[in-house]
């Protein structure tokens, strides 16, 4: 479309060229390889949820912006675990729930839509979020609450998560045990949702950036 203006919605429902360039979740490598690589999209996905002065734009601050109430970038947050940056995700999910959600009458940033923002809560409250839509598979952030049980229906088995130290300053991962076993990528593949277990994240008031950064386990 020429002139292209990444501001503009012509051509997207409900959103900006700007948001619906990172509608890639099931090809996150893909997307970083078109834009020159993890780390310039990493600097790019920044740019997304902050002002020039560096300060935070994640309550809607226009069509260039990260916009909480609509679903076409709710994703957006996570896919740093995909650049290789998880303390980026760690960082912006927390400052989404401390600054977007709130318990009164607006508590809600949009239109539930049959419970979508709810339930962004809800994953991000958690520390998991699903890498896209059609997969199983668990992004990892840190999770607000202590301890989480979570009783499927049928016969699957339940899913716990622990995470003592969190707080409102302990936001950050530094290590992450799936079942007893050291867990050292910021993602869970499928079998985790279908047959439960545990997951005990330790957590720190500083980013750890080296924790889940190898290159050859990052989620794709």
Same mark, same amino acid.
């Not at 740093?80 to 009164?104: E, H």
């Given at each position: $479309? ?20 990172? $509608? ?15 780390? @310039?999209?990493?600097?790019? !996905? ?21 916009? =909480? ?30 600054? &977007? *959600? ?5 508590? !809600? ?7 979508? $923002? ?10 998991? *979020?699903? @890498?896209? =839509? ?16 979570? +009783?499927? +229906? ?17 936001? *950050?991962?530094?290590? &992450? @045990? ?20 545990? !997951? ?14 190898? =290159?050859?386990? !990052? =989620?794709?």
């Amino acid at each position: $479309m020429t002139p292209f203006d990444p501001a503009s919605d012509s051509g997207f429902a409900q959103g900006s060229a700007a948001t619906y360039v990172w $509608m890639v979740p099931q090809d996150v490598q893909g997307l970083a390889t078109a834009m020159g690589g993890r780390d @310039k999209a990493a600097i790019r !996905l920044d740019g997304f949820f902050h002002n020039p002065d560096g300060s935070w734009s994640v309550q809607g601050g226009g069509p260039l912006h990260y916009d =909480p109430t609509n679903e076409p970038g709710i994703h957006a947050p996570w896919l740093y675990n995909a650049l290789g940056s998880p303390w980026k995700t760690q960082q912006t999910v927390r400052q989404i729930v401390d600054t &977007v *959600y709130t318990t009164g009458p607006s508590g !809600l940033p949009g239109n539930d839509d049959l419970g979508t $923002m709810s339930a962004w809560y809800v994953f991000s409250a958690l520390g998991l *979020y699903p @890498k896209a =839509p059609g997969s199983a598979d668990f992004l990892l952030s840190a999770p607000v609450f202590p301890r989480s049980v979570i +009783a499927p +229906a049928g016969h699957r088995g339940e899913i716990v998560i622990d995470a003592p130290e969190a707080s409102d300053s302990n936001l *950050y991962i530094r290590s &992450v @045990k799936r079942d007893q076993r050291t867990h050292r990528t910021s993602w869970l593949d499928g079998s985790f949702a279908r047959d439960g277990g545990s !997951l005990r994240s330790q957590l720190g008031d500083r980013p750890d950036t080296s924790w889940a950064t190898d =290159p050859a386990h !990052l =989620p794709r």
